[in-house]
């Protein structure tokens, strides 16, 4: 890390430790809860209704630095940091987020949910009612998974690049089997049977049509990704000639997370809390130069401040294995067309 984001990042944590709102500090002696319950285990944790105003303030004086005004991850500090900051506009992204994973991330960091390392604890400054006020006013920044699916439901996150236009898509599908997604104008579900069962608000009906259609067609590029990888792995697993060494090497190494095809549809996904790159964004892909795949290749996630439930390679794997490893992640990759090409097709 350079010198010039350690000092904007001292700067925020001060702000943020020698920051108060007289306001207030003048309604009462803190609340307190027991000081225990942040250690416990997440599916153990007391869910409590916390109080946006007074989360809203919290926000303002120690998020917004890097969260930014409205929670889109656009803060002052964003542009110093990698990974960026979580855009807590996000409906897709954060309704698949429970209370009890923004309670811990606030309390303990994103350590605690193996996200980034930038992400700083807050147990040392505030109270867990303060920690709860700040999910409650976190929630008032996007759509919660009843507004979605008109029901409190478990849900599943999934993110699909598209192989037509090399766009990516995130939807959540509940246990009905229903599939959700949102636009910059539009939320559209789509029933289990490929109907569209909702779109909102209704004025955005031609809008929530044509997401309907890439709803779907992700769906479809879902399936025969997992159908794919599921004939990939059984073929690796049979030691079968017909794949390549070092895919087989991507599979043994990376497939329990990443997938057989690089495709966020690994084992290991959907049962964690982290989620894995999908190495078919091409977008995502063209940010980061050969040499930074590389290092997280060889020395993990926590090199690069990303997770740590990403593994360091470099004593299991010689370097000229990285190499064909990061030269085939890069062929995982769909390549964005050209603004010209999309021009010329309408």
């Given amino acids: 890390m350079s010198r010039r984001v350690s000092l904007l990042l001292g700067a ?120 709860w006020d700040l999910v409650a006013f976190v929630r008032t920044l996007h759509r919660d998974a009843t507004s979605i699916f008109g029901a409190a439901v478990a849900v599943a996150f999934h993110s699909v690049v598209l192989e037509s236009d090399g766009s990516r898509i995130d939807f959540l599908t509940d246990p009905a089997g229903r599939a959700a997604s949102t636009s910059e104008d539009a939320l559209v579900v789509v029933a289990a049977d490929g109907t569209v069962e909702r779109i909102d608000p209704a004025s955005a009906t031609a809008e929530g049509h044509v997401l309907a259609e890439r709803l779907k067609r992700a769906i479809a590029e879902e399936q025969r990704d997992v159908a794919e990888a599921a004939r990939v792995a059984a073929a690796c697993e049979s030691a079968q000639e017909t794949v390549p060494t070092i895919q087989r090497r991507f599979v043994q190494a990376c497939g329990t997370c990443h997938g057989a095809m690089g495709r966020v549809v690994g084992p290991g996904v959907q049962s964690s809390t982290f989620r894995s790159t999908n190495f078919a964004d091409g977008a995502r892909q063209s940010q980061v130069d050969d040499e930074y795949l590389k290092n997280v290749i060889a020395r993990g996630g926590t090199w690069a401040r990303i997770s740590d439930v990403m593994p360091a390679y470099e004593t299991a794997l010689p370097p000229s294995e990285i190499d064909a490893l990061v030269r085939f992640v890069r062929a995982l990759a769909v390549r964005p067309r050209a603004a010209s090409a999309k021009r010329e097709e309408r």
């Fill in 12 to 131: 925020v944590a001060l702000a943020a430790l020698v920051a108060c709102d007289p306001e207030h500090a003048e309604t009462g002696p803190r609340r307190t809860l027991d000081r225990p319950t942040i250690g416990t285990p997440i599916d153990a944790l007391p869910l409590r209704v916390g109080d946006p105003a007074n989360g809203e303030h919290l926000y303002r004086v120690h998020c917004a630095p890097c969260h930014g005004e409205k929670g889109r991850g656009d803060g002052p500090a964003a542009d110093y940091l990698k990974p960026k900051p979580k855009d807590h506009t996000d409906s897709i992204g954060m309704a698949s987020r429970t209370d009890a994973d923004l309670f811990l991330v606030i309390a303990k960091g994103g350590v605690a949910l193996n996200r980034s390392s930038l992400m700083p604890r807050f147990d040392d400054r505030f109270d867990e009612c303060e920690i």
